[in-house]
């Protein structure tokens, strides 16, 4: 046990240096930077449409690029494609396995992923031949639950897994290009950069990582959290990440700076960030929270500036559409709202 402790002290020392060296170039805090700006006003947005037609918890959506249609995924079993502003149903797509955590929208509008505790990416095709929705192919090789999954192309998806590892896959042939490994704990989120050649990946060993793509290498890592990383997101210019945890708090991390700039809690939130979206601007940030609101924040002031309240349990996940004219919630009341 003596060579793992001198190991393990070793590896704190070296965290420390890290964390010296990271604030010694650190010439200016985001609070100076932002002083002359003041708190943006109170943010008020109300419910315009209300989907209805899941059975049961929902616990992921995501927008088309067309910032009209989205998808959602249930644990009833079923994947709808919805028409966010008729709020009519494109399409119900059954499922192999009800277990679903997490569903995605390919950027061409032709192809939706989902998965979950079948530990597969299942891909489904969207404009097939003859009107139905068929799988295209199931992404089988992670051997935990698939926490989340993100299209990169028609060709290409990358998917994280309670296995501890991201994969990118060739949806062709099925096939795993990269395996990303290094974190140490279940990873519960991923998000791919506005130019697509990086990601980020938060996970339950209370650490956020930047991944390459092209390398297929980890390029940053970021500590500070207390707890579980449950959602995180690419700040919209690409040069920041934000993060939400278990421990009740949001974070922004600065990848040029290479350290964490400004925390997001209140003494009165005591419960976990189950999901979070940045505004088109970045200047507000959505969290949804295991207490059944949305907080709105100033990204710049670290003040609430608004509350989302509508849902009757756990908000469980959020976006705000490519247009930033939207922002839709699902929650595990199972319905959906789209707000602005």
Same mark, same amino acid.
């Given at each position: ?10 590896? #704190? ?11 010694? *170039? ?16 109170? *943010? ?22 067309? !910032? ?120 519960? !989120? ?50 920041? *990440? ?17 350290? #964490? ?28 929270? #295991? ?6 924040? #100033? ?15 756990? *908000?469980?996940?959020i976006g705000v559409s490519s247009d930033g004219m939207a922002c839709c919630t699902g ?10």
């Amino acid at each position: 046990m003596g060579e793992m402790e001198q190991l393990r002290k070793e590896a #704190d020392s070296l965290k420390d240096q890290i964390t010296a060296a990271r604030k010694a *170039v650190q010439d200016t805090t985001l609070q100076e930077a932002a002083a002359g700006i003041t708190v943006v006003g109170r *943010v008020q947005l109300k419910t315009r449409k209300t989907l209805r037609g899941h059975l049961a918890k929902i616990y992921a959506m995501h927008w088309s690029t067309d !910032s009209k249609l989205c998808v959602s995924a249930s644990q009833d079993g079923k994947l709808i494609v919805w028409d966010s502003i008729s709020t009519n149903k494109v399409n119900a797509i059954p499922l192999k396995s009800s277990w679903v955590m997490t569903c995605a929208y390919a950027p061409s509008g032709n192809l939706v992923a989902c998965g979950g505790l079948d530990n597969m990416c299942s891909i489904y095709n969207l404009k097939g031949k003859d009107g139905n929705v068929k799988v295209m192919r199931e992404l089988a090789a992670h051997t935990g639950y698939l926490s989340c999954c993100r299209f990169l192309s028609d060709s290409e998806i990358i998917t994280s897994s309670g296995d501890c590892t991201c994969v990118l896959w060739d949806i062709e042939t099925g096939t795993q290009k990269t395996i990303f490994a290094g974190h140490q704990g279940d990873c519960m !989120s991923l998000a791919v950069s506005p130019d697509f050649k990086f990601f980020i990946s938060g996970a339950c060993d209370f650490t956020a990582k930047l991944w390459d793509i092209r390398e297929d290498a980890c390029r940053q890592t970021f500590a500070g959290h207390d707890s579980d990383i449950n959602a995180i997101g690419f700040f919209p210019n690409g040069n920041a *990440v934000i993060t939400g945890s278990d421990d009740a708090t949001c974070k922004l991390y600065d990848l040029r700076a290479d350290q #964490d700039l400004i925390t997001y809690q209140d003494s009165t939130i005591m419960c976990g960030v189950t999901s979070l979206a940045p505004s088109l601007s970045g200047r507000l940030i959505l969290a949804g929270y #295991d207490d059944f609101n949305v907080n709105i924040w #100033d990204s710049l002031k670290s003040e609430r500036v608004g509350v989302l309240a509508g849902h009757d349990n756990r *908000v469980s996940c959020i976006g705000v559409s490519s247009d930033g004219m939207a922002c839709c919630t699902g929650s595990w009341d199972s319905f959906l709202k789209i707000w602005n």
